[in-house]
C-alpha cells in the first residue's frame, strides 16, 4: 500500500491522539547533586545581591565628607537603591512568570555587577545616585525570583533549609560587602571599594550561571498582565500574606537603620574609632549566616507559628542594649538584632513561600516590595530622627516598629493553615 493510499483511508483521518502529559520530575531532595547545586547557587545569588546593595552603607561618612552632606543625604545612595528594587522587584517577579526563572536572575547578577563598577566612576553625587538608582532596579529581578525558583523547585521539608542557606548567602554578602568597603576606603578610597566589590559581583553571576539546575516545575504563564489585578487581590484577600508583608517592612527598616547610622555614633566621641575599625562590627553577619539556617530548621521542626515572635523578641532586645555608653554592650546588641533579624527573615520569607498560592512569584515580590521600602522609608526617618535627638530618637524610632512587629507575629500565632502543604511548615 502506498504512502498516498494511507493518506487517503479513513485511518488517517483521524486526528492523531494529544501528546502524553510529560513525566512528573520530583522536587529537588536534600542530599542529592542538585539540592547542593541549587544552594551553591543560590547562595552567590544572594551573596551578591547584597554585596553589592549594601558595600555602599559604611561609606556614609566618606560620602558625607567629600560630598559635604548631611547623614541623612548621605543615605540616600542606599535609599535609592532599596526603593527602586522594591518597585523593581514586583514587576520583574511578573516578568519571571513568562520568560522564566533562571534567564532573568543571571541576567539581573550581570547587569547589576557591571552598574556596580561604573559607580566608581561617579563625577558627583547626582550620577553615584542615578547608578545606584540603575543598580536597585537590575537587582529586582534576583530576589523574589529565587524565593520563588526554591518554593517551585525543592521539596516541602527541605524548603526551610534551602531559604536559610539562601539567606544565609544575602548575610554572607552583606557581611562582606560592608567589610570589603570599610577596609577599602580606610586605606584607599570609597572608589576602589565599590569598583572591587564590581568585580567580585561578575565573578559570583558566572558561578550562579554555572551552577543553578535549570527548572523542572516552572509553567510559564500566558494570561499576560492582565493577570496582574487578580493576583494581587488574591493575596492581598489571604488572613496571613498581607500581614507577613508589613512584618518585612518594619524588620528591614529596623534592621537598615541600625547599621546605618551606628557608624556615625561609633566615629564621634566618646569612641572615636576609625573607620576601618567600624566597619568590623560586618563579622556580626556572621550570627546572621548561622541564625538564618538554623532558624530555618527549628521552624521545619517545630512551626513558624511558635518561633517568629521568640526571634522578633531577641531582635529588639539587641537594638535596646544598643542605648548604652558601653562599647562591649553595644557590640552584643548589634549581634543580638543581628542574629534575630536574619532569623525572623528567614522564618517570615519562608512562611510567604508555605502559605501563597500561584502565582508564587508574585506573593514573594510583594513580601520584599514592603521589605525593601522599609528600608528606604524607615531608614531615611531614622536619618531624620538622628538630626533630631541623635542615636537616642533613632532607637526610639525602632522600638517602635519592632513593638509594632511582635504584635503582628503574635497575632499570626492563631493563624489557621490553608491546607496541609502550610500545616506541615
Partial sequence: ?????????PAAAVPPAPPAAPAHRAAIAQGTAEFRRSNRALFFGGFSTFSLLYCIQPLFPALSH?????????????????????ISLVLLSAVSDRVGRKPLMVASMFCAAILG???????????????????????????????????????????G????????????GGMSGRLISS???????????????????????????????????????????????????????????????CLAFLLMGCFVSLYNYIGYRLLAAPFSLRQSTVGLLAFLYLMGIFSSVWAGRLADRLGRRGVLWIMLVVMLAGIVLTL????????????????????????????????????????????????????????????????FDGWTGVIAMLVLCMGSGLLIALKLRHLQPLGAREAAG
Fill in 117 to 159: 563598577i561604573l559607580s566608581a566612576f561617579a563625577q558627583d553625587y547626582g550620577q553615584l545616585l542615578a547608578l545606584r538608582a540603575m543598580l536597585g532596579i537590575a537587582l529586582g529581578g534576583m530576589p523574589a525570583v529565587a524565593m520563588a525558583y526554591l518554593g517551585e523547585e525543592i521539596e516541602g521539608p527541605s524548603l
Fill in 66 to 86: 567629600e560630598f559635604h552632606l548631611t547623614p541623612a543625604q548621605s543615605s540616600w545612595s542606599l535609599s535609592v537603591s532599596s526603593g527602586l528594587l522594591a
Fill in 324 to 387: 548604652f555608653d558601653s562599647l562591649p554592650l553595644i557590640v552584643a546588641g548589634m549581634a543580638l538584632a543581628t542574629f534575630g533579624f536574619f532569623a525572623s527573615h528567614s522564618i517570615a520569607s519562608s512562611w510567604v513561600g508555605r502559605r501563597a498560592r500561584a502565582p508564587q512569584a508574585l506573593a514573594s515580590a510583594f513580601y520584599l516590595l514592603f521589605y525593601y521600602l522599609g528600608a528606604s522609608l524607615i531608614g531615611s526617618i531614622s536619618g531624620m530622627m538622628w538630626g
Fill in 183 to 245: 577596609m577599602l576606603s580606610d586605606f584607599l578610597s570609597w572608589r576602589w571599594s565599590l569598583g572591587m566589590l564590581g568585580v567580585v559581583g561578575l565573578l559570583a553571576a558566572v558561578e550562579f550561571w554555572r551552577s543553578l539546575p535549570a527548572s523542572k516545575h516552572f509553567v510559564p504563564t500566558t494570561r499576560g498582565w492582565q493577570a496582574l489585578p487578580h493576583a494581587v487581590k488574591q493575596h492581598f484577600s489571604d488572613r496571613g500574606l498581607p500581614w507577613l508583608f
Fill in 1 to 9: 500500500m502506498s504512502d498516498s493510499s494511507l493518506a487517503a483511508s
Fill in 161 to 172: 533549609l534551602s531559604m536559610g542557606l539562601y539567606i544565609g548567602g544575602s548575610a554572607f
